[in-house]
DNA sequence: CGGGTTTTCCAAAGCGCTTTGAAAGAGGTT
DNA sequence: AACCTCTTTCAAAGCGCTTTGGAAAACCCG
């Protein structure tokens, strides 16, 4: 069922047909309702391509992923991103595609996506420090919002993130002021912005109150569950042993918290644990208690304000670049506890 | 820059450009150099709304999350199943689109999909038990691959599906034989064909060795970490605990594990737990030694096996469907022993 | 060199929609 | 009744590509 055969059905003209469908007021209330009763009885939709051929506009918003080459890892954060950015899409009618891209060719990438117009603008995902995707997206000239923020890039454009330095500033101060001394920072990979702005942030804690930072306690890598538990095995069987650790991902803190177990040491008495805690919906972090005393921010309420954003930078394409900082709360959990002496 | 524009440029008609870069044979080898090489060097590429419009197909494939109403989680798993998809997507040139669909308006959904014409197939996720999507979308005649499967729909469809009830059987015997008696089953929602699977599986085990299913020991909900926590520390206080633990997922795997350390006891000695494990690319299952055993089958792998049966489909739709079953292995790890006298 | 074959290229139609510019019809005024 | 103004409807062009049905050019061979 098309538009032609639904105005002939109707003996209407297109036009017409697609008036009265599409809200335009030069049509009457009588035919409008006569024209929307069939469609609806017929089962009729727009052909989504041939609408976006003649409107320019393809109702439909892309997330790139880059997928790095040697660490080919889906972020676990993702999918909770989406649901929430989907949530918006669908309220406003709007397609969700994805781009699963090759680091290595991102650069032809983006141009293909929007000389190919599949989108009518596109989420950016993972921005690294001086990410070069800023200048290129902002060249092309295609709406974006970035997740996240670039360091070092000095363009405007559009971002939501949430506080990384201050949250983390924030952790390791409340563990400083707990007694502690030796903090094990747990971090993502560094050349991402956001684990960059985190070790910032736990650094200017330690500078705040005199104390030097420890490359022994300071290790980075992709947030999954084993490295967790490797970088805090090893770490406790130093001679000066942290007796806290900061770490970026729940997912980490868990293998944490196994290393410490299996060491024979308890959780809050022994050594204290505080993770950034992104609200992933299959891994709430406990539910009236905290089981980690927590950074905590929805990653899902990241991506509605993401995709809120990126639709009214197309709706409105001369509008400045805006911009969302969200803050973390700290949230007092079953893990952190003055430190041991 | 649109292909008009770029025969204007070669002083040659839209056709001969077109079949030049589409790799028709009746243009001269010469020419169609000249043509690629233009191409190349004006960074053209076709509008992929108005190639879909005149081909009829659109080089992209839809996934259809079910976003329920209640419970609304994104699957883990969701993540690396795209990953795995992905990867043969893009290889072939398909691009991905997401739909998060609400659970109510399923049924218009499909029929939305299929005649807005975005996609040339979908991927069905989470099949729940006689599930109508099957059928619906049979009669719709869009190509589609189940990743799961249905018990009750009798329609011949395409599936990819891991063997959940044999992987449970056999894990449950592999208990059984480690002299466990009492087994905890926490399995996913039961309504969703995997986990109905399951919990046959595990019965069937129980049978075989004249042993009768005890509901108190059998949970079915979402996989989160606080189900399996909350799950194992009530049933471990019950007066005839259960000395095993059967798991859907190695996230609720981790809950239980947080509920054997809080009640003093330890892994594989005091209490086992056997997991499905997914191989999410986050929560490795250990390293050189796994730290559940475990029912292990890669979900990536799975989206790359069922992308491919989408994609050739496609190419050849009077195909009759096909099907896929994978075997999970049976991993030896931390988290078995014998059961305790 | 003329006729047939093959190769190379092209004009134009069509995919399903929106939108411009204009015409027809209805209603009101003198 | 003639004129004007809204309102309602329409025919046709256009979005950027593919593809059909030919035509022109090049080639081959007796």
């Not at 469908?21 to 035919?31: D, K, R």
């Not at 995709?307 to 805006?322: E, N, T």
Request: aromatic share 6%; charged share 20%.
């Amino acid at each position: 069922m098309n538009l032609k055969q639904l105005s002939e059905h109707l003996k209407l003209s297109q036009t017409t047909v697609s008036r009265a469908l599409n809200g335009y007021p030069e049509v009457s209330e009588a035919t409008r309702q006569r024209v929307l009763k069939a469609a609806q009885d017929l089962n009729y939709r727009p052909n989504t391509r041939a609408k976006g051929l003649a409107t320019g506009r393809s109702m439909a918003i892309g997330h790139v992923i880059p997928v790095s080459t040697q660490h080919e890892m889906v972020n676990p954060v993702f999918g909770d991103f989406i649901a929430g950015a989907g949530e918006i899409y669908s309220r406003e009618g709007y397609d969700m595609v994805l781009s699963l891209i090759a680091d290595r060719d991102e650069a032809s990438a983006y141009q293909d996506i929007r000389s190919r117009g599949m989108v009518d603008g596109i989420i950016v995902h993972g921005p690294v420090i001086n990410d070069v995707r800023i200048a290129m997206l902002s060249r092309i000239g295609l709406p974006f919002v970035v997740h996240g923020r670039s360091t070092d890039v000095n363009l405007p454009y559009s971002w939501v993130d949430v506080n990384n330095r201050g949250a983390f500033e924030r952790g390791t101060q409340f563990l400083i002021e707990l007694g502690h001394r030796r903090i094990g920072l747990l971090n993502g990979l560094e050349h991402m912005d956001y684990a960059f702005r985190r070790r910032s942030g736990y650094e200017r804690a330690l500078a705040a109150q005199g104390l030097a930072p420890d490359p022994a306690l300071m290790r980075s890598a992709e947030m999954t569950e084993i490295y967790g538990y490797r970088a805090a095995r090893e770490m406790l069987m130093l001679g000066d042993a942290p007796t806290a650790f900061l770490c970026s991902s729940i997912i980490t803190a868990i293998g944490v918290r196994r290393a410490v177990h299996e060491a024979g040491l308890t959780l809050a008495r022994d050594v204290s644990v505080i993770t950034f805690d992104d609200e992933l919906s299959y891994l709430q972090n406990g539910d009236d208690v905290p089981i980690f005393t927590a950074l905590r921010s929805s990653v899902r309420q990241a991506g509605r304000q993401a995709a809120d954003m990126l639709l009214s930078l197309i709706a409105r394409p001369k509008d400045a670049p805006g911009s969302q900082l969200l803050e973390a709360d700290l949230i007092i959990g079953r893990s952190t506890g003055p430190a041991p002496r």
